[in-house]
């Protein structure tokens, strides 16, 4: 993977962060990703930031539900195979402080956690950190490995059972069958190996990093 220049900025209001000149510093700066949070812009208030939207970036916005208040978003100079705006958690998603881009190469988080003004709002932030802890640990890519490698079986042992069971006498065909089922089991998992090695998105490959790396994720939570 080439090398990527990846900026997060928490702008506390994207429209007050142009009025600062932040497009003088994108043209500074040339990252190749932006990750923006707390933008406090709804969509019907983005014709109010033609000088963002006229940037040379695939531009994807988490718009604030609530006036003022949050909302994340990515620039990005190369177009990005899927976006993701929900994690399908409610705690993660009520906010709008959720996005994410996925690459051939890599995927990228843009997240913005609730601070902790009070302790009812310390207690809320906690638990946003915890569910988003369990959200990117091994137990979805675990999953989807063992959906992947179903469905690869699935489909090796069909094709290979028909051709089979059509030329052996029936008295063998259950030995046979139980025997095709464990090589397309193998198959589908050699598969998987290979399609790891092309995509970064595949769930072995996520499994492989796992182990290579305990951190999965980097954050900054820097007041400047």
Known sequence: MSKKKIISYNVNGIRAAISKKIISWFDLRQPDLVCLQEIKLSKDKIGEIEDIESLEYFKYWNFSKRKGYSGVAILSK??????????????????????????????????YVPSASNIERLDYKMQFLRTFE????????????????????LILFVLLALVVTSTIPPETILTASTFIFLICSLLAFIILVFKSLLTADN??????????RLSMFSFWEIKI
């Open 78 to 111: 190369e177009e990005p195979k899927e976006v993701s705006y929900e994690t399908g958690i409610s705690i993660l998603d009520e906010e709008s402080r959720f996005i994410k881009l996925i690459f051939d190469e890599f995927a990228i988080i843009s997240l």
């Open 203 to 212: 769930p072995l490959f996520l499994l492989i990093s796992c182990f290579r």
């Open 134 to 153: 369990k959200y990117i640990s091994l137990s979805p890519f675990l999953a989807k490995l063992f959906l992947e490698m179903v469905k690869q079986t």
